[in-house]
């Protein structure tokens, strides 16, 4: 799969996945943000990182950056759009996703390692691993608490479209699991079509055991719809 | 008849606030620094964003609607925050 990463100013993982798709054996373009083209056959990666220096809120100037017409096309002829932490709260800000991300509860940036919980394995996103199983993934967000009204939270749970939730190393989801105070201990969200993918935590940045782990490969592979070869 | 207002000028103030059911940690970390402080008898603390725009001259009643679209696209985020539009003449 070729995959577009779009390069916002201010975004800092925009290298780090390229890195890790090409490690996974996958075509991977940095596509800056003024650019406005996305290939049909393209997968696009919004990166992790401070888009506009978080400036009004997070993601919401990116939202309106020039190749963000073309994400919104490629996400609604069915290609696969992914954000990762500011990624996601772009998405959001974008609409491409529903609720939004605010301050974490706590109020601290949380830079760690996350044990998340796969909660939905049928989605192309999730198909590498299986109902309950742990990932250990790299967080590093100061707005990552993830809020949405009763109704989307509601239709996000029937329609399975919560893909991952924190918990602690047990698997279980509890209060003291959760690092930003999110509804429903959400770390990852799909879009009602299941090709719009976002998420707090960094699977780039697990994908090479040098890198602590390699947990994030099967959310990568997946996106390039190659999940179940892992 | 009642003229149509139109002004040389416009400043227009947009007061962004989280909605009362999103938790605000940042206005809550501010009071307690004012009880260390020694301050009594804050029940609340809530932050938002106080914006401020100049504005050609143009018909205030299309401005108003013209804010108003900004406001909910851009300057505030409906899912967690709420909006207040002031718009005086003469910027």
Avoid at chain 1, 43 to 49: E, S
Avoid at chain 2, 19 to 45: T, W, Y
Avoid at chain 2, 63 to 83: C, D, G, Q, Y
Wanted: charged share 20%; aromatic share 4%; net charge negative.
């Amino acid at each position: 799969m070729r995959f577009a990463v779009v390069q916002f100013p201010g975004s800092n993982c925009d290298q780090d996945c390229v890195h890790a798709l090409q490690i996974l054996g996958q075509e991977a373009r940095l596509v800056w943000h003024q650019e406005t083209k996305i290939n049909p056959e393209e997968a696009v990666i919004l990166p992790g990182g401070f888009s506009y220096g978080d400036y009004l809120r997070c993601g919401a100037i990116a939202r309106f950056s020039p190749i963000m017409a073309a994400v919104k096309v490629a996400a609604e002829r069915g290609q696969v759009v992914v954000g990762i932490c500011n990624g996601f709260q772009i998405l959001c800000e974008a609409g491409l996703l529903p609720g939004a991300l605010t301050r974490n509860e706590g109020l601290h940036f949380r830079c760690e390692t996350a044990p998340i919980r796969v909660e939905t394995p049928t989605t192309r996103f999730t198909s590498a691993y299986v109902t309950g199983q742990i990932l250990q993934i790299p967080i590093a967000h100061g707005e990552g608490c993830y809020r949405a009204s009763p109704d989307v939270l509601q239709e996000l749970e029937a329609r399975q479209r919560i893909l991952f939730r924190y918990c602690n190393p047990e698997g279980e989801v509890v209060a003291e699991a959760n690092p930003n105070g999110s509804s429903h201990a959400i770390a990852g969200i799909c879009n009602a079509r299941g090709n719009v993918l976002g998420m707090m935590p960094h699977p780039e940045r697990c994908c090479e055991p040098e890198m602590g782990g390699v947990d994030g490969r099967g959310i990568l592979l997946g996106a390039a719809g190659v999940g179940r070869s892992l | 008849m009642r003229a149509v207002s139109k002004a040389a000028g416009y400043k227009a103030t947009v007061t962004v606030t989280l909605k009362p059911s999103i938790l605000d940690p940042q206005g809550e970390a501010i009071g307690h620094a004012l009880q260390n402080m020694g301050v009594k008898g804050i029940k609340s603390v809530r932050i938002g964003k106080h914006i401020e725009l100049e504005i050609e001259g143009g018909e205030e009643k299309v401005l108003r609607a013209k804010l108003e679209e900004i406001s909910k696209e851009l300057l505030s985020n409906p899912v967690m925050e709420n909006f207040h539009l002031d718009l005086q003449a003469g910027g």
